[in-house]
């Protein structure tokens, strides 16, 4: 099993900004993607950005230009850089990885617990 601990959420000001950091933990894993999600009330959970472990990103067209998705390898650990906030970005975000355990033999998907953000003023 992966466990995933998030941390960073907060409420802030439009034009501000917030990290969000998101470390996982466990034995005999290896992961692939990690990403961020987002779900706000009443909406469906959307990617807002995600990583391959090879470097590749991929962004909302909604974020893009305002976040950044990066990663520490050695730690097991994801962030992601919010500038610019909008109150649209208020969501709970959620970290997710592709990992693969030696228990279980296989790919899975792991999901934290999830951080709220909140833009207002």
């Known amino acids: 099993q992966v466990q995933l601990v998030e941390s960073g959420g907060g409420l802030v000001q439009p034009g501000g900004s917030l990290r969000l950091s998101c470390a996982a933990s466990?034995?005999?894993?290896?992961?692939?993607?990690m990403a961020w999600y987002r779900q706000a009330p009443g909406k469906q959970r959307e990617l807002v950005a995600r990583?391959?472990?090879?470097?590749?990103?991929k962004y909302a067209d909604s974020v893009k230009g305002r976040f950044t998705i990066s990663r520490d390898n050695a730690k097991n650990t994801v962030y992601l850089q919010m500038n610019s906030l909008k109150p649209e970005d208020t969501a709970v975000y959620y970290c997710?990885?592709?990992?693969?355990?030696?228990?279980?033999?296989?790919?899975?998907?792991?999901w934290g617990q999830g951080t709220q953000v909140t833009v207002s003023s």
């Open positions: 990583t391959a472990s090879i470097g590749i990103t």
């Open positions: 997710n990885v592709d990992a693969w355990t030696t228990e279980r033999r296989n790919w899975d998907d792991y």
């Open positions: 466990g034995i005999g894993f290896s992961i692939n993607y």
